[in-house]
T-cell receptor
Framework: AQTVTQSQPEMSVQEAETVTLSCTYD???????LFWYKQPPSRQMILVIR??????QNATENRFSVNFQKAAKSFSLKISDSQLGDTAMYFC???????????FGQGTELSVKP | ETGVTQSPTHLIKTRGQQVTLRCSSQ?????VSWYQQALGQGPQFIFQ???????GRGNFPPRFSGLQFPNYSSELNVNALELDDSALYLC?????????????FGPGTRLTVL
């Protein structure tokens, strides 16, 4: 069975600084997708960034980038130039077949401090 | 384009009662997934509906059931409510297979069982 682990329950960062959130996963599949979702206090889950396992190049979306290490089964999220609006719960999620179920980690609560 | 909507926003029930939660999928999406998110946890997959048929189920008892309608909206029904059913229930819709694999989440329904 696939599992996703986020070992950092809480993190904080100063505004404009860079922070990295960690995620590891376990699977025997070769083709899958990985996601980082953001859930602000208003609770609507929003996709931050996605990575297809067959792509070697790390995904980047503006201030958000990932470090995808397939052999190590690691998928970390780097947030550059942190902003107050980045304060939220961040969930790492795994999807092993298109249209299938998302498997989420336990979440990391990120606080961006002014 | 209207996003995923859920109703009601909040709900309070007593143990043993039954509840129905509703979800309207995003325009053009034909797949709906339901997740249960306990306080401080990541979402857990309940089941998925594709073209009005159940298309995968997580580790939830049969008292959790669902429907999908021809317009792809969906209902989650929970019978014989238990205290542990208190959670945020998230609905997510996905575009037709072959399109992007992203799941778009609604704002959730907060269920409290007393």
């Amino acid at each position: 069975a696939q599992t996703v682990t986020q070992s950092q329950p809480e993190m904080s960062v100063q505004e404009a600084e860079t922070v990295t959130l960690s995620c590891t996963y376990d699977t025997s599949e070769n083709n899958y997708y990985l996601f980082w979702y953001k859930q602000p206090p208003s609770r609507q889950m929003i996709l931050v960034i996605r990575q297809e396992a067959y792509k070697q190049q790390n995904a980047t979306e503006n201030r958000f980038s990932v470090n995808f290490q397939k052999a190590a089964k690691s998928f970390s999220l780097k947030i550059s130039d942190s902003q107050l609006g980045d304060t939220a719960m961040y969930f790492c999620a795994f999807l092993y077949n298109q249209g299938g179920k998302l498997i989420f980690g336990q979440g990391t609560e990120l606080s961006v401090k002014p | 384009e209207t996003g995923v909507t859920q109703s009601p926003t909040h709900l309070i029930k007593t143990r043993g009662q039954q509840v129905t939660l509703r979800c309207s999928s995003q325009s053009g999406h034909n797949t709906v997934s339901w997740y249960q998110q306990a306080l401080g946890q990541g979402p857990q997959f309940i089941f998925q509906y594709y073209r009005e048929e159940e298309n995968g189920r997580g580790n939830f008892p049969p008292r959790f059931s669902g429907l999908q309608f021809p317009n792809y909206s969906s209902e989650l029904n929970v019978n014989a409510l238990e205290l542990d059913d208190s959670a945020l229930y998230l609905c997510a819709s996905s575009p037709p297979r072959g399109a992007i694999d992203e799941q778009f989440f609604g704002p959730g329904t907060r269920l409290t069982v007393l």
